[in-house]
């Protein structure tokens, strides 16, 4: 006979499918939530229920939110004339965090990457194009990978022609990094985009 | 104007309370949970209410169960003459999958630490008292650091007297474990406990 309780096996295995959860973290999660307090469970499960229902993509710039409209894109006191093109929402709260840009932001969904079967169409690009008549620049602000730099040169060649400025964040040694372990493709990247001092 | 979404942070936050998930692991929780299915979220959220709800500890032994009687207790299969002493319900989950012994457990609910606070009357010391009456041979298996050696001194102590055969698990080098990596302790436990061949 295997020993198993229904409930607790049921929980872990709810616990173990959340990416980077694995079976043991599972188990001691689900051990220490059955110890909680009934009223703090209740929280917790309600806090899933609650943002799962309540959180949408901006109708504008595609961000999570849970209002009609991001609280980014309503704000006035932000510069409208300059959008960041990212890859996803959490690229918006890395940069809110370190707040380094104050303009709009536009969430593309993904990057372009024939690999996965990505093209161009499943990406929110249609939208980013009807906001550029009220844009003055466009920053590139997708990963410094294959695709990410795949998405920023197509993007580039669809929106320069249409007279608005496009540029790139820029690439290279990490502040805090080190020469000696950073990877030749991030050194290129910092020599070719040397300024004068 | 910080740039917070509401029910996001609330969940993250709860999240982040759990033990072993810092924050950024809440976060990425947080993110792939408000992508999920409702249904998907629902199931999870009721798992947890469901979980906290129905699991208690059994009347018996104090091993976590969804019934009255846990299933090894209320197992007429199993060699109710023989206890298992250990620290935790989760001790027992170990050995059950391990399917080492096929006696009967009794969970102490904790080890003796003065420096916790933690005496002999905080422990579930006298239900295993009760229970002796019925048992040929109690094995103590309580962790082999400083306070699981001091309960298991104490419960030897306790139990001897009584006519009840007391037992604890062997310490030694782990199987596939290496002497050379060996701590100290470890090493003169295996001296201590070696067996003719």
């Known amino acids: ?7 607790l096996a049921k929980l872990t295995g709810h616990l173990a499918s959340l990416p980077g959860i694995g079976g043991k973290t599972a188990q001691r999660l689900a051990y220490h939530i059955i110890t909680m307090a009934p009223a703090e469970a209740q929280s917790l499960a309600g806090s899933i229920v609650e943002a799962v229902d309540s959180v949408r993509y901006c109708a504008v710039c595609g961000n999570l939110t849970d209002q009609e409209v991001c609280s980014i894109c309503s704000d006035a006191t932000r510069d409208h004339s300059i959008l960041c ?7 918006i709260m890395a940069m809110e965090r370190a707040r380094v840009f104050r303009g709009v932001y536009h969430v593309l969904g993904g990057t372009i990457s024939p690999m996965d079967g ?3 169409d499943d990406l929110r690009i ?3 194009l009807s906001r550029l008549p009220e844009v003055n620049e466009v920053v590139l602000a997708t990963n410094p990978d294959v695709e ?3 998405t920023a040169i197509y993007l580039g060649r669809l929106i320069k022609p249409l007279g ?7 690439h290279g040694v990490p502040v ?3 020469l000696e372990y950073t990877d030749d493709m991030t050194l290129l990247k910092s020599f070719e985009g ?3 001092m």
Do not use: C, T
Request: glycine content about 12%.
């Open 148 to 150: 990410g730099e795949a």
């Open 176 to 178: 805090g990094g080190d």
């Open 194 to 196: 040397r300024r004068d």
């Open 164 to 170: 608005v400025k496009v540029s790139r964040i820029a």
């Open 1 to 7: 006979m295997s020993y198993i309780i229904e409930p």
């Open 126 to 128: 249609k939208e980013l």
């Open 118 to 120: 990505i093209g161009p």
């Open 85 to 91: 093109v990212v890859k996803d929402a959490r690229d």
